[in-house]
């Protein structure tokens, strides 16, 4: 039996990166879309297959009534939207980020905890096949527990005006926010440090004894951003992980694991790799199987805390603790 899907949002994150992904979905069936803007939503619905668009979501969910819905609009939209449709029995998937700030999360959180539905945030570094056979690694016996996690990233200049928040981290900084935690854990304490024009380091003390870091600058000009993870555990074991889509793992400088898609062969898919297929099938499982998926409102609000107690620390100059 297929779990029956809407989608709400046609704007560019959705038409580029999560619609392609519905025709390589088991199990699902996606039965109709909304946006304000009817003409691009039934353009996006014509060249993937879906059978009917709205300009009104309501309609579309009391007509269709689907097990689940995903959403791609907006951080305060995710939120409302989530406060609004869990209550009403609908599952739900939204893009990242779930909120607009930790408040804001812990409200969504409060209202899943008391719906037992299913509310997803569509961090997709978690299933990215690289990510993924990583943290297999870091959860195995042999990577011991976690010591140290090293995170870089660049994606394009980030303005530096003031708000670290929204306009570096709440966009595409936030994806390896919440990898730290979810690579080592839960974190307890950050220490954020801004440099000029846009440089800015944070330093993690999780919860497990583990301590990390990730750099963001906007002076290596990679039109598409670079990113590079490396994770040490107590054994001495290395796992490095370059740009979401290679992994390689190393014990005593011997390999030992590795993943590395095959693009010019055509054996591989960007929409896999890069994570977009794999989360919204979670979604879908989850709805079938009644179980909980990776990336629920309680993991994701916590990277909305720590996002929240970052952009304290660089502001003040602090070490901000981040409540249990």
């Keep these: 039996m297929s779990v029956k899907l809407c989608a709400i949002g046609a704007g560019h ?22 946006d304000l803007d009817l003409e691009k939503a039934r353009m996006l619905a014509a060249r993937h297959g879906i059978p009917a668009s709205y300009s009104d979501y309501p309609e579309m969910l009391e007509r269709e009534k689907p097990d689940g819905v995903i959403v791609c609009v907006g951080a305060d939209f995710h939120a409302k939207a ?32 008391h719906t037992g539905r299913i509310c997803m945030t569509g961090f997709k570094k978690r299933f990215a ?8 690694i870091i959860d195995d016996d042999r990577f011991g527990s976690p010591a140290v996690l090293n995170i870089g990233r660049t994606a394009g200049n980030f303005p530096n005006r003031g708000n670290f928040l929204s306009e570096c981290l709440l966009e ?35 919860v497990n004894g583990a301590v990390g ?53 055509g054996s591989s898919h960007s929409s896999v790799e890069m994570g ?38 660089a502001l003040l100059g602090e070490m901000m603790e981040i409540p249990e």
């Design 13 to 34: 994150h959705a038409s580029r990166n999560l619609y392609p992904c519905f025709s390589q979905l088991r199990n699902a069936l996606i039965a109709a879309n909304a």
């Design 82 to 113: 989530a406060m609004e449709l869990l209550p009403r029995g609908f599952h739900l998937f939204t893009e990242k980020p779930p909120a607009v700030d930790a408040a804001q999360a812990r409200l969504v959180r409060e209202t899943w905890q």
């Design 276 to 313: 977009f297929v794999g989360e919204l099938q979670a979604f879908v499982d989850a709805i079938a199987d009644g179980t909980a998926p990776v990336s629920g409102i309680d993991s994701s609000a916590h990277t909305m805390e720590i996002l929240e107690a970052v952009e304290r620390s």
């Design 213 to 265: 870091t990730l750099t963001l600058t906007d002076r290596l000009d990679y039109e598409r951003g670079w990113e590079e993870v490396t994770a040490i555990g107590s054994t001495g074991v290395c796992v490095q992980v370059d740009n979401s889509v290679e992994m390689i793992a190393f014990e005593k400088k011997v390999p030992f694991a590795a993943h590395k898609p095959n693009f010019v062969a």
């Design 129 to 136: 096949p690289a990510y993924a056979k990583a943290k297999a």
């Design 172 to 206: 595409s900084g936030i994806h390896v926010v919440d990898l730290a935690q979810w690579l080592f854990g839960r974190v307890r304490r950050v220490a954020a440090f801004r440099g000029a024009p846009a440089n800015y380091a944070i330093n993690f003390d999780f």
